[in-house]
């Protein structure tokens, strides 16, 4: 498996499967770390204060069990740090490694699963894993296509905050619409005063009551259902991304569509570019005397202009499916004996990913950010442009 790790300089890797199958049945193994995963933040800076701590908010936010919308796993996600920080929680400059311990492992959860091990649930991805890693495929929660694996991603978004936030820079994300029932529009101002305020951390909160009432309802019979994720990457300074393959826009992008369920990303006015005239999109500008820096009328483009940070606040949206697991009688084949067959997963699952998918795509723009300023920071060093640039 290649595409373990993400970003240029600032480099986070993961590793570790939903069940982590290695150590099962090693009595010399602790219990505890089973299903561990483990995250190395390459390219840290010396110098950044870093606690478990502020790493165990972040991924707080995304443990299940938090409400009955989530799945009933009892993940605690206890973080521990073991290398790259000195006894003053001051980072080195050497890799971070992150270790989170799996406390929610039973024989009765991989026996659910080996019993349907030759069988793909539809929407998840094991048939796709059974045809890149046959018979060696771990079969277990998804392996690596389990939505666990973003616990670590989790951690090393959180390392990445910890940097963005000597700079100011915020990225915030909430949820905007689920099976249908829409927010009404949100800035940045009401995302901050709502953040979290529910269990779906959606800011409209007369919004939020009914899609929680809906997603209970829909849990009772069986089903799941998805949404929209909207984020709000505040103060990034114009410039950022390298153009042509490397722009930041795209390169949000990758981060984004590397998180399972997210089928769908727009910037800005999105696909409503696709009705309007030119001048109508196009975001006019002024020179704002006050800071003596290029300002827009308005922000279609969503923060960018040839994929460059054009230093107005980031807007992206992001589709996330129903939850693939269902508990619905689904047509599916046995790849052992190549049959057809039924199958009504007996998995633990989420009933909409929506409260749980938040922190995993501020996760990845906060890393996607802090490797693009290293990127900038690097070659601006080398170049000398006349002063008026900086400014602008
Ligand atoms: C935080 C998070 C939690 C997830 N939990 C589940 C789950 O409990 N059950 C499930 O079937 N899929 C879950 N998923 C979704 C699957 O990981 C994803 O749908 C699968 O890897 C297939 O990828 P695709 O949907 O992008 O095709 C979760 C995803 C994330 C990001």
Redesign the pocket.
């Known amino acids: 498996m290649t595409g373990n790790t993400f970003g240029r300089l600032f480099r986070v890797t993961t590793c570790g499967e939903s069940y982590s199958g290695c150590f099962r049945k090693n009595p010399e193994i602790p219990k505890q770390l089973y299903g561990g995963l483990l995250t190395i933040v390459d390219g840290v800076p010396a110098g950044i204060r870093i606690t478990a701590e502020d790493i165990q908010v972040e991924l707080d936010k995304?443990k299940p069990g938090q409400s009955k919308l989530d799945?009933p796993r009892l993940e605690k996600d206890k973080v521990y740090i073991f290398s790259g920080v000195m006894e003053n929680q001051m980072s080195t400059g050497a890799p971070i490694g992150i270790v989170i311990p799996n406390n929610d492992i039973e024989d009765i959860h991989v026996g659910q699963y080996h019993d349907y091990k030759d069988m793909a649930?539809p929407?998840?991805?094991e048939l796709t894993f059974m045809k890149r890693y046959g018979q060696y495929n771990d079969w277990v929660g998804?392996g690596r296509?389990?939505?666990r694996e973003?616990v670590s991603r989790v951690a090393g978004g959180a390392v990445a905050k910890l940097i963005l936030d000597k700079y100011g820079i915020d990225v915030i994300a909430y949820t905007v619409e689920s099976h249908g029932i829409k927010a009404a529009p949100v800035d940045y101002e009401m995302a901050k005063k709502n953040y979290r305020k529910n269990n779906i951390n959606c800011p409209d909160l007369e919004a939020a009551e009914q899609m929680e009432r809906d997603i209970l309802a829909v849990r009772k019979t069986g089903e799941t259902c998805g949404g929209v994720i909207e984020m709000i990457i505040r103060g990034l300074p114009a410039g950022l991304g390298e153009p042509v393959f490397d722009k930041l826009e795209a390169t949000l992008a990758h981060a984004m569509m590397s998180?399972?369920?997210?089928?769908g990303i727009e910037f800005g006015a999105g696909f409503r570019v696709a009705e309007m005239v030119g001048s109508e999109c196009n975001d006019e500008m002024y020179w704002d005397k006050e800071t003596g820096r290029v300002k827009f009328y308005t922000n279609h483009a969503g923060g960018f202009l040839g994929g460059i940070s054009n230093g107005d606040e980031v807007r992206i949206r992001m589709a996330v499916?129903p939850?693939?697991?269902v508990d619905v009688v689904q047509r599916t084949v046995d790849t052992d004996n190549g049959t057809d067959v039924n199958l009504s997963p007996i998995t633990?699952?989420?009933a909409s990913?929506l409260p749980?998918?938040y922190p995993?795509c501020e996760a990845m723009a906060r890393i996607t950010i802090v490797d693009a300023m290293m990127i900038f920071n690097g070659y601006r060093s080398m170049e000398d442009l006349d002063k008026k640039y900086d400014l602008m």
């Not at 998180?259 to 089928?263: E, L, P, R, S, Y």
């Open positions: 995304r799945s649930r929407g998840h991805a998804a296509a389990s939505g973003t998180i399972g369920a997210i089928k499916k939850t693939p697991t633990r699952r989420d990913l749980r998918i995993v």
